[in-house]
């Protein structure tokens, strides 16, 4: 505990933004640090709790009260070796993560919890702007070889931790940059991809070797893995979820993933002449999630005439609800900055048909209110609202309806088992094939980069004792790095 009562004496603060009207002039990560002195303040309000909850909040089981002590301290570079020690990309998680461990710290019980999240940053963003965070290539290699198929976090943790066993390791790419999801799913305005270029740097100086616009089973053939010892598979859930909806074909309809990667590419020097752009547009956002939050802030940032964002299910409260007490994750109204810069906001809105003109054209949308009919044991069972019916004005309409599960080209030329969400399954993220394992999205379903960093983690463990009948490699929540 850095300092006794500190939780009482300071309150918490956050990162700020710049105003509205400057950020949505560019792509630009638009978050205003906070003063150094007040993030020593900041770890300080982190309680000596006794159980620290936040722990089994965080997927990766960080040792958020020891890096808070150290921040508190101002031992910062003891500070990033914790941090370290359990989470290999804490510059992605402290900038996307929707923090699950303070959504568990005991302190918000009874006031703001620790802000885990931007400390968390400014450890690491502190530990590259001081050359702290270098290579650190493993001294002997085991002469095992292993494949990692996706860029993704979870693709790049299992890399990391693998070639820090000692193996040789090879990540195949099938687009033309790493990253997987933090390269063209997540805007620049929330992870300008310089920070990813600066990680992939240290993965390649540390022997991991990167191959990309390789799509396995399509234009590298399943049996030219043969050439490796083992296999991770952390392709991602990436097939995407549409609607069976009259005019869903009309042109103007498109999934969110293909809007916001074309915008990224774009921003990056790549020509996509038929990119499908907001600007003067009536554009309506269908999904209230993390990806419909992005849609709309690119939309903004190309100038649309209005944004209307629809989702199917209720409003949820400003506070906690009783059903999600802590510390479990809340059910919690999320109002992003995205939300903030320019949003037409609506609940319990179904879209009933997707209207064009004789030219296939999208020029709007029939919606009608819906409610939510629960019934103990059966499913939930969604009701009309008679006479509720609405035309909205749309000129582009983004369906921000999430993912499936992964796609088969994998598993079907691989014979990997899949289970009833066509998830890959695995025991110990071993599948039936057994020197094949996967970890991710691809086998946990769509979900969080924590989620991803920690599978990769783990699955990277089993694939070394898989290897070498014992491993060194730790589980959650156990550091791994040497001293710094």
């Given at each position: ?11 918490r ?19 205003i ?27 990766l ?21 914790i ?15 929707p ?19 931007n ?5 690491v ?34 890399a990391?931790?693998?070639?820090r ?16 999801l ?16 600066r ?7 540390e ?12 234009n ?6 043969n ?5 991770v598979?952390?392709g991602g ?20 993933m ?23 547009k ?12 992005d ?11 209005s ?9 949820p ?6 059903t ?41 949308l ?46 079907e ?11 890959y ?9 057994p ?7 691809m ?16 699955a990277a ?24």
């Amino acid at each position: 505990m850095g300092k006794i009562g500190g939780f009482k004496e300071y309150n918490r603060a956050d990162e700020s933004n710049l105003a509205v009207a400057e950020r949505v002039a560019n792509y630009n990560e638009f978050t205003i640090p906070v003063p150094k002195d007040k993030l020593k303040e900041q770890g300080s309000r982190c309680m000596d709790c006794g159980i620290p909850f936040c722990h089994s909040g965080c997927p990766l089981g960080n040792l958020i009260p020891d890096f808070n002590d150290m921040v508190h301290q101002e031992e910062w570079q003891s500070a990033l070796e914790i941090l370290q020690s359990t989470n290999n990309f804490p510059e992605f998680t402290g900038r996307l993560c929707p923090a699950p461990c303070e959504k568990s710290c005991v302190l918000g019980i009874i006031k703001d919890p620790v802000s885990i999240e931007n400390i968390e940053k400014s450890i690491v963003e502190r530990g590259f702007a001081e050359g702290w965070i270098k290579p650190q290539a493993p001294k002997t290699r085991t002469g095992k070889t292993v494949a990692v198929i996706g860029s993704g976090p979870a693709g790049l943790a299992a890399a990391q931790q693998l070639n820090r066993a000692g193996h040789t390791v090879t990540v195949f790419e099938r687009d033309n940059a790493i990253g997987g999801l933090l390269r063209y799913g997540i805007p620049n305005f929330k992870l300008e991809k310089g920070i990813i270029d600066r990680r992939v740097a240290i993965l390649e100086a540390e022997g991991i070797t990167f191959k990309t616009n390789v799509n396995v089973g399509v234009n590298f053939s399943v049996e030219e893995l043969n050439q490796f010892d083992s296999i991770v598979l952390c392709g991602g859930a990436t097939e995407r979820r549409s609607l069976p909806t009259k005019g869903i074909e009309s042109k103007g309809v498109v999934q969110a993933m293909d809007f916001l990667t074309q915008q990224t590419k774009v921003l990056y020097g790549e020509s996509i002449p038929d990119q499908v752009k907001a600007t003067g547009k009536d554009v309506i956002v269908i999904g209230g999630g993390d990806t419909g939050s992005d849609c709309i802030g690119t939309s903004n940032r190309h100038g649309a005439k209005s944004v209307t964002n629809f989702e199917i299910l209720p409003k949820p409260p400003v506070g906690r609800s009783e059903t999600t007490p802590w510390p479990f994750w809340p059910l919690q109204l999320k109002t992003s900055s995205s939300h903030e810069e320019g949003c037409d906001r609506n609940w319990l809105i179904n879209t009933k048909e997707f209207i064009s003109n004789e030219k296939g054209e999208l020029t709007g949308l029939k919606t009608v209110e819906v409610q939510w009919k629960m019934t103990p044991g059966q499913r939930p069972e969604l009701i009309e609202k008679e006479g509720s019916e609405k035309i909205w004005p749309c000129d582009l309409a983004l369906l921000a309806l999430g993912f499936t599960g992964p796609e088969k080209t994998l598993s079907e030329q691989l014979g990997i088992e899949t289970d009833i969400r066509s998830n890959y399954k695995a025991h110990n993220y071993q599948t039936n094939v057994p020197h094949i394992f996967t970890a991710g999205d691809m086998r946990r379903g769509q979900s969080l980069i924590v989620w991803a960093i920690s599978e990769g983690r783990e699955a990277a463990r089993e694939v070394d004792l898989f290897l070498m009948g014992s491993t060194n490699l730790p589980t959650k929540g156990k550091g791994d790095l040497p001293s710094l």
